[in-house]
C-alpha cells in the first residue's frame, strides 16, 4: 500500500505479487478492492496494481482538484502516473467499464506506457443513439438513495446477481466491514456527481488508437450480448478494425468467475507479448 501524488490529488494504490506491471481500472465506484476476486490468480504472473480514483475515499482531493467533474483525460493522466511509480516499464493494463474508456484514453495519449490493453465493455455513450444514451448513463431519481441507483442501473446493464454477494445489514457488520461498506459510499457517491459527466463529454480519437504503438483489445462479456455495453465494445471495435474478444459473464464477468476470468486475460496478453 502506498500513495502517488498527482495533481489536485493523492492516490492510494496497491500492488501484489510480482513480474511485470498489470494495471487494473476498476469500473464506477470501484476502488482498490474492485478486483479482489480476480488479483490472486493473476498475482502469480503480474506485480498486479489496483488504486483508488481521485476523490475516492482513501484518494482524497486537495484545492486544486475540485472540479465540477473528473475528464477522462484527467483519469488517464493519473493512472498513467500510478503505473510509473510503480516500474518505468510499459504496463499491461485491464480496463472495465469505466476504467476501460480510462484506459484508452491512456493507449491514446501514453501509448509508451502501455504494452497491451484490454478493454472491457467501455462506456462510450457517443457511440449510442440518444435513446440508448439514456438507459446507458447512471442517474439518481428523485427519492432515490445513491445505493438505489446503482442497483438500478445494474439491473439495466443486464448484471444478474448470480456469483454476486449478498446484501449485507450495516449493524451485523464488524468495524473493519463497515468502514469498507462506507468508504463503498463514498466511492458511489462522487462517481454519480463527479465522474459521470467526464464519461457523458468523451470520445476516444480512433484515428489516434489505431496509430498507437500500444495493443488493443476490445473485450465484451458474452452474458451480455443484449445489453449496451457489450453493444458499445462491439461498436468499439469495428471502429478500430478489430474483432470483439469475450471474455466469460457479465458486465463484471471477473466477480461471477475469477479463474475462468483471469485465464482468458493472461491468455490475450501472451498472444500479444
Known sequence: MATCPVQGARIYYEAHGSGPVLLMLSGGSGDADGFGPLVPYLSKRFTVVTYDRRGYARSPLDGAGQAAFVTIETQSDDAQRVASAVSAEPAYVFGSSLGAVIGLDMAARYAE??????????????LLTAEQRVAATPTVREGESVM??????????????????????????????????????????????????GVEHYLPDFDRLKASSAQIVIAGGEAGRAYSPYVMAQRAAKLLGTPLVEFPGHHVGYFQYPQAFAQQLTAAYDLRR
Not at 113 to 126: Q, S, T
Not at 156 to 164: N, P, R, V, W
Open 113 to 126: 506506457r502501455v504494452r497491451v490493453l484490454v478493454a472491457h465493455e467501455p462506456p462510450l455513450l457517443a
Open 148 to 197: 438505489e441507483a446503482l442497483q438500478r442501473f445494474t439491473r439495466q446493464l443486464g448484471i444478474s446477481a448470480e456469483g454476486m454477494a449478498p446484501a449485507v445489514d450495516p449493524q451485523r457488520l464488524d468495524a473493519q466491514k463497515r468502514e469498507m461498506l462506507e468508504r463503498r459510499m463514498v466511492n458511489a457517491t462522487f462517481f454519480l456527481q463527479h465522474e459521470v459527466a
